[in-house]
């Protein structure tokens, strides 16, 4: 079983290297190694106790760690709101009152706020909740980006991921003459589109 994300890229992210805040949300839409299985995933959405405080040390307990390079530059919050988003990514079916638990103990993460939005109107998606923790992925001296999880506002059902540029700044520097990307800008947005059994990791149907 895998989860099957549709990646948009703004005209601002593309033609340079991905940043490490790309490939973690590549990396939680189960383009790498070093993410649970759908199996586990499935297993810990399962065993999760309904305390926010015991399920979050379960999660950390059996998360894998990211091998993304600013991993080590993260708050102990943004860490487990990274481990989170990964077993929402990564699992094929959240029960409603799984959905809700894994939503709380997101939301109950230190700096943890939401925001309603619609990340691609022009394409027709429902109004959603982004939910993030204080702080940016530093993939650059001069970049500073947050990491958004998606939520259905009634059912809590995860929807996807976002990236949102933290501050303003200028791709590749200032002096590189490079375009300037506004504070609040949508860089990327990687929407779940459906789960689908393959053979194996990679195969498309």
């Given at each position: 079983m ?15 290297p991905l940043t ?6 590549s ?10 299985s759908?199996e586990?995933?499935d297993a ?12 979050l040390?379960m ?6 760690p ?6 080590w ?14 077993v ?9 009152d ?8 997101a ?20 109004r ?6 204080d ?5 650059y ?9 998606l939520?259905?506002?009634e059912?809590f ?11 303003g700044?200028y791709?590749?520097?200032?002096a590189?003459g ?6 609040g800008t ?6 779940r589109?459906t789960t689908?059994?393959v053979?194996?990791?990679g195969?498309?149907t």
């Amino acid at each position: 079983m895998v989860t099957l994300l549709h990646l948009l890229v703004r005209p601002e992210a593309r033609d340079r290297p991905l940043t490490n805040s790309v490939m973690c949300l590549s990396r939680l839409g189960g383009w790498g190694g070093d993410t649970l299985s759908p199996e586990q995933a499935d297993a810990l959405v399962e065993d999760l106790p309904d305390d926010t405080n015991a399920a979050l040390r379960m999660i950390r307990k059996r998360s894998i760690p990211s091998r993304v390079t600013s991993a080590w530059r993260l708050t102990q919050a943004q860490r487990d709101f990274e481990e989170v988003a990964e077993v929402l990514a990564m699992a094929t079916w959240v029960p409603s009152d799984k959905r809700k638990l894994l939503y709380r103990i997101a939301g109950e993460l230190d700096g943890a706020r939401a925001v309603e939005t619609i990340p691609e109107p022009d394409r027709g998606h429902e109004r959603l909740l982004a939910l993030a923790v204080d702080g940016n992925y530093r993939d650059y001296s001069y970049e500073r980006n947050t990491f958004q999880v998606l939520f259905d506002p009634e059912t809590f059902a995860f929807r996807g991921f976002r990236l949102v540029a933290g501050m303003g700044y200028y791709v590749n520097g200032k002096a590189s003459g490079g375009p300037y990307v506004a504070k609040g800008t949508v860089l990327a947005t990687a929407m779940r589109v459906t789960t689908k059994v393959v053979d194996k990791a990679g195969a498309r149907t």
